[in-house]
């Protein structure tokens, strides 16, 4: 074919078809340029200008399985949200160890191929006598599944970590000024005055249905989602691989005849399975079952309607789950919490007109400078008054004339002026050792948001989707 365009490419029809052959390659390259280089990209993490692949991000979840136990390994492959989690744990370890590199690189720091050959000269597990030995150096590497480029990064990027954030653990030596203004803000006091108009002390009568149901349309009772579920359990030791094996098989049986069209029930009596059937429970209520842990609810009410779970690994057995209904949530008839409302109708009326005194009293005292009846007390952060009060008498300054409310009361508070604390040398001391001990980690808190804002992390969610998460 290409021959014969050659000979001929001055002819009309060879130049036809080498139109069309040129069109195809020039179209096959345009949609790998778009199309391909989106499928080809494995990058799952962006940090910065950095990349994190999803090459790193099976190596590193494979390190850390490799550390865990059977029973915790099964744990997170049999729960979907424990799988998210982790998964979510691992991006943010490498994300956060990659902005770390970066801040390394930036700073200029580099770690020479001499000193971790002297970091791995001194690892004890490495030396046999008191002196490195390539033997030991060689099994531990096998043994831990390690090759010497990887030991090597590993330990380049903890001491890069080091070198990064090392000053971000050493003591602070807070100043006297700060310990001094510390030390007022905690201890000084204030004058207030204060009146308190109870909500028990305004009498109302009786409610009507229509000033109820007037309350309820404005405060309705939602009553949560209920789902009735029944299930098949095959027991086993978990313990045993026999057990497991054979518990197993049962319960594939099961699972066999309900794909075969079975019910459950009958499915369940056919291969001597336990058949339960429970009562409707809500997500945060109990289900009054030893089998349906946080997690198998958690599984339920995930599923739809009328719908089979998968076969479930359980703590003492295998089981298979069916949504027999699913009641969403709704608002309770009126009716049913008739008799509820009538003290919540009442105390929100004795609540109202105890409002009304008391912005009538705060009118007062702003307009005409009279507070009649107040009391005067000496408060300090903790004592003195509710915590309401003292929330406002200490954020507020002096002068602040206001509302407060409490549980049954409303308190018309007026912050008359503070009151400098005398100095306890030994109570300054205390505070300034606390200060000292916490300043490190507000310091590295502080560094952290540095770190995200020079160097934001951006996840790939089609890659994480297409690769991680399916």
Request: no cysteine.
């Amino acid at each position: 074919m290409l021959e014969y365009l050659r000979n001929a490419s001055e002819r009309p029809l060879a130049k036809f078809l080498i139109a069309i052959l040129a069109f195809s390659f020039i179209g096959w390259g345009v949609a790998e340029w778009i199309f391909g280089g989106a499928t080809s990209d494995t990058t799952l993490v962006r940090v910065g200008s950095s990349k994190i692949s999803v090459n790193q991000f099976n190596n590193q979840k494979s390190q850390i399985l490799a550390g865990m136990s059977r029973d915790q390994q099964r744990s997170i492959y049999t729960d979907a949200n424990a799988m998210r989690s982790f998964n979510n744990y691992i991006m943010g370890e490498l994300a956060t160890q990659q902005m770390i590199a970066n801040r390394a690189d930036d700073l200029g720091f580099v770690v020479s191929d001499h000193r971790i050959a002297n970091e791995i000269r001194n690892v004890p597990a490495f030396q046999k006598d008191g002196k490195f030995s390539s033997e030991q150096y060689d099994a531990a590497l096998a043994a831990n599944g390690l090759t010497e480029d990887r030991l090597a990064n590993v330990l380049r990027a903890d001491i890069s970590r080091s070198m990064t954030l090392g000053a971000m653990s050493e003591p602070v030596r807070v100043p006297d000024f700060a310990v001094l203004a510390a030390y007022n803000a905690r201890h000084a006091t204030r004058e207030i005055e204060y009146r308190v108009v109870n909500f028990n002390d305004f009498n109302v009568e009786k409610p009507t249905d229509d000033a109820l149901q007037t309350y309820y349309a404005q405060h309705p009772k939602t009553l949560p989602e209920t789902r009735r579920v029944s299930y098949a359990f095959v027991a086993a030791d978990m313990s045993k691989p026999d057990s497991v094996d054979q518990g197993m098989a049962r319960i594939t049986a099961v699972e066999d005849e309900i794909i075969g069209g079975e019910s459950l029930e009958n499915a369940a009596k056919k291969h001597n399975a336990k058949f339960v059937q429970l009562k409707d429970f809500a997500r945060n209520g109990a289900a009054n079952d030893a089998n349906i842990t946080p997690q198998i609810v958690a599984k339920i009410f995930n599923m739809d309607d009328a719908t089979d779970s998968e076969i479930i690994e359980a703590r003492k057995g295998f089981m298979i789950i069916h949504i027999d209904k699913i009641t969403p949530a709704h608002s309770a008839e009126f009716a049913s919490v008739k008799s509820e409302l009538v003290p919540q109708w009442t105390r929100a009326e004795k609540r109202k007109q105890a409002y009304q005194a008391a912005n009538e009293i705060l009118v007062d005292l702003n307009q005409n400078k009279k507070f009649d009846d107040a009391k005067s007390k000496v408060v300090s952060r903790t004592d003195g008054a509710p915590i309401a009060v003292l929330s406002d008498a200490f954020n507020n300054p002096v002068g602040t004339n206001k509302i407060v409310e409490t549980p049954d009361a409303f308190y018309v508070l007026s912050v008359k002026s503070i009151k400098s604390p005398t100095v306890d040398d030994k109570k300054k001391s205390d505070l300034r050792r606390e200060m000292e001990q916490t300043m490190p980690s507000l310091i590295q808190a502080d560094y952290n948001k540095f770190l995200h804002r020079k160097y934001p992390v951006k996840v790939n969610d089609k890659v994480y989707e297409r690769f991680i998460a399916k």
